[in-house]
């Protein structure tokens, strides 16, 4: 039985992400799926992270209640995942953002990291290309966060609920990857896209090009009058991967609350100089009533 997981971004019903969703679960059908779920990210509470780090640096349970650790619980069990979401100002939709933003508590969990990948796909909606952004390579980080195995990704331009309906070369690419969930295969590459995370806006250092999501590297070359990108042989970067993601919170986020507690009196002696400068915080009519504890 494989089973195919599709997390929707919007809230709105029979909106252009939930119908490239279903077509691209009807292709994993196609390709031989047989448990097709929809699970929309705007139904769950996702309280934002408060960077507490008690999951990274003491290896407890995240402390807030909501509805992220169902979510988790669900990608878990599912074979393979996709995630739909649209673009509305250049980057991801904050609820995608905040789910994350929150995923230091999967990924510091032995178990967690010893899990082999599995298939996942994103597929995106904007209004027009020049206002996509970085929304689709981000989707993609979390695509990989939550312990997928990238196989392809997609933007369609469509800006009415349900116009992309009108666009058969979108939802015959969405049915593609759909069917990849099952069979595993890698989409074709994109040129000028990164090969891990699918990021088309990279830091350049002299003739090296150094993706910024998944830190993967490349040289800028030109051939025939015509600017190129040729990424380097090595495999596809693991910072995303359930591994590499778990090596980055032992090698580098443990030993940093170290490095803080053994400076931590000396920075409480540096900020006194911003004590006593007759500041107010403003606070919003809605929270005019709460406990004041900064």
């Not at 769950?44 to 992220?68: F, K, N, Y």
């Not at 069990?77 to 905040?98: C, E, S, T």
């Amino acid at each position: 039985m494989t089973t195919i997981l599709a997390l929707i971004g919007s809230a709105r019903p029979w909106g252009n992400c939930e119908v490239l969703a279903r077509e691209a679960l009807a292709g994993a059908r196609d390709a031989g799926a047989d448990t097709l779920a929809l699970l929309r990210l705007t139904d769950l509470r996702v309280e934002p992270c408060t960077g507490c780090l008690v999951c990274a640096l003491r290896g407890q349970a995240c402390p807030i209640s909501d509805d992220v650790a169902f979510l988790l619980e669900q990608v878990r069990q599912a074979d393979a995942f996709l995630i739909a979401a649209p673009v509305y100002f250049v980057g991801p939709v904050a609820q995608a953002k905040r789910v994350l933003d929150r995923m230091l508590m999967w990924a510091s969990s032995p178990d967690w990291a010893a899990t082999p990948p599995k298939p996942a796909i994103t597929l995106t909606a904007a209004g027009l290309e020049p206002w996509r952004g970085v929304a689709q390579a981000l989707y993609n980080a979390l695509a990989m966060s939550l312990g997928g195995r990238l196989l392809g990704w997609m933007t369609a331009y469509a800006t009415g609920p349900g116009e992309v309906l009108l666009q058969p070369d979108a939802l015959a690419a969405a049915r593609d990857l759909g069917r990849r969930l099952v069979s595993g295969e890698d989409a074709p590459r994109q040129e000028f896209a990164c090969p891990t995370c699918g990021s088309d806006a990279f830091r350049i250092h002299g003739d090296r090009v150094v993706c910024p999501i998944c830190g993967q590297e490349g040289r800028l070359m030109v051939q025939d009058s015509v600017p190129r990108i040729r990424f380097d042989d090595s495999p596809r970067s693991e910072r995303w991967s359930p591994s590499g993601f778990y090596r980055h919170i032992q090698e580098w986020i443990v030993p940093s609350g170290e490095r803080f507690l053994a400076r931590r009196q000396e920075i409480k002696a540096l900020r006194a100089r911003y004590e006593g400068l007759g500041e107010t915080w403003i606070r919003p009519p809605s929270r005019a009533d709460d406990a004041d504890t900064r």
